[in-house]
């Protein structure tokens, strides 16, 4: 009895991954009604819910983004664009119409003056 090996029974990969999405979709739907999950707080999300961490490479992925991608039948990552990188873009565009609106502005009066100032010469 000595010599024999020790012999263990796990779940196969896919069923490992079955029970996985069923944890990540629990997650996300009730995280909230409106909202979805950032990707970013899934990891932190697993831990307080499940009790310990979600680790990719368990699941044969390199990344989250990976492993979510093994999910994709349950669940599904949305590319939102960052506020701040919203912000920025608003930021541009409102700089970039004060700039037309003052620069056609101030050519629209100088039209404007040479046109008047051509009728005054012409008299």
Known sequence: MDNEIEKYVQLTMKQRLKILSE???SLVRNHSAHQPLLLNYLPDAFRIHYGFALRPEQYN???LD???GKLRNHVQVLNRPCLLILLLCLLILFSASFL???YFGDYSNYETGLISHNITRLK
């Open 23 to 25: 944890q990540v979709t």
């Open 61 to 63: 992925a390199v990344s």
């Open 66 to 68: 990976e492993l979510v």
């Open 100 to 102: 037309i609106v003052n």
